[in-house]
């Protein structure tokens, strides 16, 4: 989940618990009114105030997103204390109805069942439990209790659900953790597959011997470029060829053969762009699409990568004079990719007859 996906989802719990605040609210009023709550008006106005400047507080805290600097961005512990105060002091002015609102406890509990630890949850049920047996041993003592029977009754009850609480928390805690191992552990086994995927892709894309895309790779680079092209932009696409490769292999071997190939992979990569895609179209031929590239750009980087092959020296191998040929086109937007290779061949073409070594262009046989 995303960062503001989170905040969200904490300030809808914290209208939750609100809204149980203002429930809270209306029923201690309803004790006032019906004469359960023996405090004057303004005591119970007062208590209702400090309530809503509380959850005020912290739903500024929330709006806000200051809450992200407590360890705990939920402020679980923090809410479920006040909660337990507030209760425990309606509680403690309450007589006949004291055991009605004793739920309100379990509610508060519950709010904290999946955030607290299971030493924090352990705590605040402790607390909870030790300050109504305080309320009520405190009334005692004054001989403020109608029913004595009746408020050891409550206190055996509280301490029934409050341990109920404690071992379903404990249940609870427990299969959320195994569900987070689960789950962790099918992330760990998703992103494994996804690594092989893309192993996989890769393989399926690269020319194993050259490490380049191979043709069916480049075909699909070269058709989305096309399709994605703006009406002003021209691409270069360029067929090479390398010159006399079957006599490589007849005098020197194969292994010699695949030790050119991969001495052109080299080069061509150093003379290219970011973003120029670079393919092994088939045996010892090449394609090259140059994204954003004019005639003049197109025809300096053939050159430029025609030179540098003829130069290279190739380690415990006796072969000279290696070269290429090239045949060039330009791409528009409305080609056909098709119609383009077929260019660059009828250019490749060309440039062999003419004697090797060379680079002709498409648009020249046009002008001509």
């Not at 004469?35 to 004057?40: A, E, K, P, T």
């Not at 739920?103 to 300050?131: K, M, N, P």
């Not at 760990?188 to 011997?209: I, N, S």
Request: hydrophobic content about 50%; aromatic content about 10%; overall charge negative.
């Amino acid at each position: 989940m995303t960062h503001n996906a989170i905040q969200r989802l904490l300030l809808k719990r914290f209208a939750l618990a609100a809204a149980t605040y203002g429930l809270a609210l209306l029923l201690l009023w309803l004790a006032f009114f019906t004469g359960h709550y023996q405090q004057s008006l303004n005591t119970v106005a007062v208590g209702s105030a400090l309530v809503v400047i509380s959850q005020a507080t912290l739903f500024v805290l929330f709006w806000t997103g200051r809450n992200q600097r407590f360890d705990d961005p939920s402020m679980t512990e923090v809410q479920v204390l006040l909660g337990l105060g507030w209760q425990t002091w309606l509680i403690a002015h309450l007589d006949e109805a004291r055991g009605a609102f004793l739920v309100f406890y379990v509610l508060i509990l519950l709010f904290g069942l999946f955030h607290l630890s299971r030493r924090a949850f352990i705590r605040t049920a402790l607390l909870v439990f030790f300050s109504f047996c305080a309320i009520t041993l405190w009334d005692g003592y004054n001989f403020r209790l109608a029913e004595p029977a009746l408020a050891a009754l409550q206190v055996c009850i509280l301490a029934m659900v409050l341990a109920w609480l404690v071992l379903y928390a404990r249940f609870v805690q427990v299969s959320r953790q195994r569900q987070r191992q689960r789950r962790f552990a099918l992330q760990a086994h998703q992103d494994t597959l996804r690594g092989m995927m893309r192993q996989l892709e890769d393989l399926v894309a690269t020319d194993e011997l050259t490490g380049l895309f191979n043709r069916r790779h480049f075909l699909r680079l070269a058709s989305r470029e096309l399709n994605e092209m703006d009406e002003d932009v021209a691409h270069g696409l360029a067929l090479i060829d390398l010159d006399h490769f079957k006599r490589i292999n007849d005098m020197h071997g194969h292994a010699a053969g695949d030790q050119v190939l991969q001495a052109f992979a080299g080069v061509a990569q150093t003379c290219l762009r970011d973003g120029d895609v670079l393919a092994r179209y088939g045996g010892e031929e090449f394609v090259v699409l140059l994204p954003n590239c004019d005639a003049e750009q197109l025809t300096s980087c053939c050159e430029r990568l025609r030179v540098a092959f003829a130069d290279v020296e190739l380690v415990g191998l006796n072969v000279r004079n290696l070269s290429l040929s090239v045949g060039m086109t330009l791409l528009e937007m409305g080609d056909d990719l098709d119609d383009a290779l077929h260019r660059a061949d009828q250019a490749l073409y060309r440039a062999k007859r003419d004697g090797r070594n060379r680079c002709a262009a498409a648009w020249e046989n046009v002008d001509a």
